[in-house]
Every structure is written in C-alpha cells, then in structure tokens.
C-alpha cells in the first residue's frame, strides 16, 4: 500500500501509530505521511477512526481521560508526543475547526483578537491588522467590517464557521483541521467554505475529515479511507475515487456499505 504522496515536501510523519481508549483499540498502526500546502481528507464509515486521529495531530486527545498512545507522529521533524514539547505551542500551530460552529459569546472582533492577545499581541494596530487579514482571509471581512462591535453569535451559522476559521488563523498556524465543518451548513455555505479551503491550502496545510465522499472529491488532493481503526488506502484523490487500490475502498465509494 502506498502511504507517501510527494507532489508536496511532507509535513505531518505519522509513523505505527496505535491509540487506545482504554482497553478500546481506536487506532491501529497507522502509518502515513501527509504533504504540506494541499488538503488532506479523511474518509470513512462512522467510528472508523477520522476524528480520533485528527485529534492526535494537536493532542487535543490529551484531554480526554484513559487514552492512550503509541508510535509517533512526527510534523515539521519534531516529535509532538515527545516530553518537552508545549502543547499550548502546539495547538497555535496545528489549529482546530468543529462540526458546530463555536465562536465565544464575545464580539467578532474580540474573536479574532483572541488567539493573538492570548499569545502576548496587545498594540491595538496591530491587533487591528491581524483581525482585517484573518477576516479577509476567511473570505467574511466584507460582510462584518462594519459590525466588529457585534456579538458572533448574531451571525448566521455559515459566517461563523467562517469567523472560527479566521479565529484559528489569527494565530498564524502551518497546519489546519477540519472535523466535519461543513456538515451543519447550509449547501451555500459549504459551497463558500470548500472554496475558502481551496484558497487557504496555498497557506496551511488542511486535514479535513469528512462524511461526504463528493466534498472529498471536490475539494481534496489526496484522499485517507480508513476502516475500524485502520488505513485501507492513502491515494490521490482523483485515483481514489477513480479506480481505487483496495476492494473495500471500491465497496465504499461505490455505496455498498457504511
Ligand atoms: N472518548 C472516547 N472514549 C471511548 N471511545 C471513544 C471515544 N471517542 C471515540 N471513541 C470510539 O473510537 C472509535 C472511533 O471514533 P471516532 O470518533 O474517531 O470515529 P469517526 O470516524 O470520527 O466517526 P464519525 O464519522 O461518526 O464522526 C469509535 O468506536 C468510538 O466509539
Ligand atoms: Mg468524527
């Protein structure tokens, strides 16, 4: 099976990594090496594995109690399982957007400036300027510019995922995860965050997981199918979807299960 795909400098090493909820094996020897500057989607039947292993990518499975892992994952050559590492630090580099969208109940503006004042940033032009460019680069700036004032939680749903994507932006991360962040929009809101996706992915690395294998198709370089805890096949996307490797890719794709 071919776990390497090189059109882009590999990122993310994720090297015979096995993750235990208890004595639940969740994660079984997964092993893959994800590009940088493209998007990664992870594709699979429900409790397959997607949203435990985007978890590990930024130790947000840390929080949650009897985990357990083994293995590596590697990103940017340095171990982020390893002792020494800051998982605050961490977490500003690998940056998270959910299925529901999850802006504090604060102002879109105070959203935005958050990550950063909480990293130290406390001159308001320059606070001003990070807001302008992550709202910009989350394709909402025009529709809140003159609004900074209002609570997020005035936006529509689709505006707000677009403010949590500027949100995790804000912090200037290399790498972004997706977990289903479309999956409680509307189809013109989808439609808006697959093609903010496209733009960012020349900026981040994006690992999306994702329920709807034609969001895969559209808007990803290379696809992860995975099964009960395991990779079946790492391909490019368009090949993937196209003439799969593994029968059980070709079962799922083609509707047969899950
Ligand atoms: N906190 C937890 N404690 C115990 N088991 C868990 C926990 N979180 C997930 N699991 C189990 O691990 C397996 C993988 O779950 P995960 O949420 O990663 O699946 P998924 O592929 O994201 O599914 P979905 O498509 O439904 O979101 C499932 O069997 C799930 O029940
Ligand atoms: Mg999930």
Redesign the pocket.
Known sequence: MQTTLLQTKPLIDINKLNLY??A?H?LKDVSLTIPEKAITAFI??????????LRTLNRMNDM?P??RIEGSIAIGGTEIYSNDVDVETLRKKVGMVFQQPNPFPKSIYDNVAYGPRLHGITSKKQLDEIVETSLKSAVLWDEVKDYMKRSALSLSGGQQQRLCIARAIAVNPDVLLMD?ATSALDPISTLKIEELAQELKDRYTIVM?T?NMHQAARVSNQTVF?LN?EVVEFSETEKLFSNPTDQRTEDYISGRFG
């Open positions: 909820y208890g639940f969740a699979g039947p429900s409790g397959c594995g997607k949203s435990t292993l949650i009897g985990t289903e997981v329920h995975f805890g």
